[in-house]
Nanobody, 120 residues
């Protein structure tokens, strides 16, 4: 059974930081790359960052140098440290297993996500 629970979102001002967490079931984390996606109002969901099981990471250009993805394989938990937040980072953030080569989610199921709002 797929189980994904995102948390850590909030309402912040530009320049501030947030740390998102994603608790997943073992069948999601085991042997899978993981990723964080986000969806802003009126826009499609986009992949923000990905991390392979061994720690190799990838970021979309707009967050490079500001966001850091990490994972705790023992605890089946994924993290996204977000620094220097900008209003354009406002979105609902989701985690999922990641098809690394195609940059697509591996599972059709999505959690409820966590809302990040950056306001001036």
């Amino acid at each position: 059974q797929v189980h994904l629970v995102e948390s850590g979102g909030g309402l912040v001002q530009p320049g501030e930081s947030l740390r998102l967490s994603c608790a997943g079931s073992r069948n999601i984390f085991t042997n899978n790359a993981m990723g964080w996606w986000r969806q802003a109002p009126g826009k499609e969901r986009e992949l923000v960052a990905g991390i392979m099981r061994g720690g190799r990471t990838h970021y979309t250009d707009s967050v490079k140098g500001r966001f850091t993805i990490s994972r705790d394989n023992a605890e089946n938990t994924l993290y996204l440290q977000m620094n220097s937040l900008k209003p354009e980072d406002t979105a609902v953030y989701y985690c999922n297993a990641l098809d690394w080569l195609r940059a697509l989610p591996l599972n059709r199921y999505w959690g409820r996500g966590t809302q990040v709002t950056v306001f001036a």
